[in-house]
């Protein structure tokens, strides 16, 4: 093997596929494509999914993915919240942000699932294909070069290095991909003027509460009910997190609970800054997402603004659209990389109107709203219309719950696909 790494490792593996990253796109993607008859292996490097604070909304769009795998039915008996409206407070003044409730899609709700749930589901519903294979506890380290094209990944796993030989290697490996940057990809920077500070705060049953979102001057406060316990997100502008540290936690949770008066008994749970983590809010893209042997998806894409809760949802939809387009010329052989990019080209136009979408956002609404001052905070036109408005309401929530050019699953499950005996 001509691979541009000196040492060899002791064992290696060769497959059709190598998906780098076991998150909602590397699980999805690994679903669909052991569905397919491929021979792939997907690689995370932690030993499971239970992380705390990664995207837990589960939009109609990945919905309505797992209704056209015959999934939907299992999925949904696993524990999850519902939402239909979102709605706040800004400055004081309740709004209405989007009802879903007025869509006209199968699954018109936000299912809040920790992400966990939703991984682990993925990866027991695919022991079934027998081409499928999921190795935890595996991190790619580098990658394997075979002239100018990508041919695999060296990984670090418990029991040493193993080479993973692949036809193709599809980075699923998240915002700081270490595939991308091993490929030398340029990531365009659109950046974002927040922070996130994201905590969990007891919840009595019995508490319920509508406020979806608070909005004040210099701060923003935005709660889910999350059965056991509030998930929180507080919002500050970009790098004011020492300063909020240097205030002291008292002062923050005082704010926490003014602003959201429903954590008064909860907010005991915070004991400490190591309860709080804090999201570095990124927006970015690469302008090519592919190299020979080699395609970039979901957040090693581009990475996505919190606003609208739809990282988890385009990462979704960009494992269907790879196997829609991908999975029947992977039967034969690696895809070249004209055919690789064409997920490019289907995809970009989402993510660039959803990113612009974000931008708008955050410039107008959350920008002003964070700046310090005495000003009150008056509530932006569009957001006064479209709480005026109800019939408006059902825009923002077609874009929030479908997105732009919404997937469906046009791959094929191969007849032979099953394990003996499973499913
Ligand atoms: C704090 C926080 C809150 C968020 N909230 C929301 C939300 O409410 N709703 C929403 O839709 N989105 C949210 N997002 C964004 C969302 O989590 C991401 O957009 C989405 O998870 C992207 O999916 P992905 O599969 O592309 O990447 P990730 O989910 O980042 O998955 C990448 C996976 O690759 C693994 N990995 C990384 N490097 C390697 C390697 N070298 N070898 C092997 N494995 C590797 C990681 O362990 C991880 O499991 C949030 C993100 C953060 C950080």
Redesign the pocket.
């Known amino acids: 093997m001509n691979t541009t790494l000196e040492r060899q490792p002791a064992t290696s593996l060769k497959v059709r596929c190598c998906i780098?990253?076991?998150?909602?796109?590397?699980?999805?993607l690994g679903y669909l494509l052991g569905r397919a008859g491929i021979d792939v292996v997907v690689?995370?490097?932690?030993a499971d999914?239970f992380?705390d604070?990664?995207?837990?909304?589960?939009?109609p769009s990945t919905l309505q993915v797992m209704d056209e795998l015959g999934l939907i039915d299992g999925f949904l008996k696993l524990p999850h919240q519902r939402l239909q409206t979102m709605d706040g407070l800004f400055g004081g003044t309740p709004v209405r942000i989007a009802d879903l409730r007025q869509l006209r899609t199968k699954y018109p709700f936000i299912a809040f699932m920790p992400?966990w749930d939703f991984?682990n589901f993925l990866r027991e519903a695919g022991q079934r294909f027998a081409s499928l294979k999921v190795m935890m506890n595996?991190?790619?380290?580098d990658l394997i070069r075979r002239g100018e094209s990508i041919a695999g990944?060296r990984?670090k796993t418990a029991d040493g290095d193993i080479d993973i030989e692949a036809d193709l290697t599809i980075a699923?490996?998240?915002?700081?991909?270490?595939?991308r940057e091993r490929a030398g990809l340029e990531v365009e920077e659109i950046g974002a003027p927040m922070d996130?500070l994201?905590f969990r705060a007891g919840r009595n049953a019995g508490e319920t509460e509508n406020v979806f979102a608070g909005v004040e001057r210099g701060k923003m406060m935005i709660s889910?009910d999350r059965g056991d316990y509030w998930q929180c997100?507080y919002v500050i502008a970009k790098g004011q997190y020492d300063a909020v540290k240097a205030r002291g936690l008292q002062t923050l949770l005082d704010d926490v609970v003014r602003m959201a008066p429903i954590l008064k008994n909860g907010i005991a749970d915070v004991n400490s800054f190591d309860d709080i983590?804090l999201?570095t809010v990124a927006i970015n893209r690469l302008t090519r997402w592919t190299r020979p042997g080699l395609l970039c998806?979901?957040?090693?894409?581009h990475?996505?603004s919190?606003v609208?809760?739809?990282?988890?949802?385009?990462?979704?939809q960009?494992?269907v659209a790879t196997a829609n387009l991908l999975a029947d010329k992977m039967q034969q052989r690696c895809p070249s990389e004209n055919e690789l990019d064409a997920v490019r080209r289907r995809r970009e136009f989402p993510v660039k109107m959803t990113q612009w979408m974000q931008v708008v956002v955050q410039n107008n609404i959350i920008s002003g709203a964070l700046q310090p001052g005495d000003r009150p905070l008056k509530v932006p036109l569009i957001v006064r219309l479209i709480t005026a408005l109800p019939w408006l309401q059902g825009i923002p929530a077609r874009l929030l719950a479908l997105g732009v050019r919404p997937e469906h699953v046009h791959s094929r499950a191969a007849p032979s696909s099953s394990r003996a005996g499973i499913g």
């Open positions: 780098v990253g076991g998150g909602p796109a590397g699980m999805m690689l995370e490097k932690h999914f992380r604070f990664r995207g837990d909304t589960v939009h992400q991984l595996t991190e790619a380290v990944v990984a699923c490996d998240g915002r700081h991909s270490i595939v996130v994201w889910f997100a983590k999201l998806i979901g957040d090693a894409a990475a996505m919190p609208g809760g739809v990282g988890v949802n385009l990462a979704v960009d494992a």
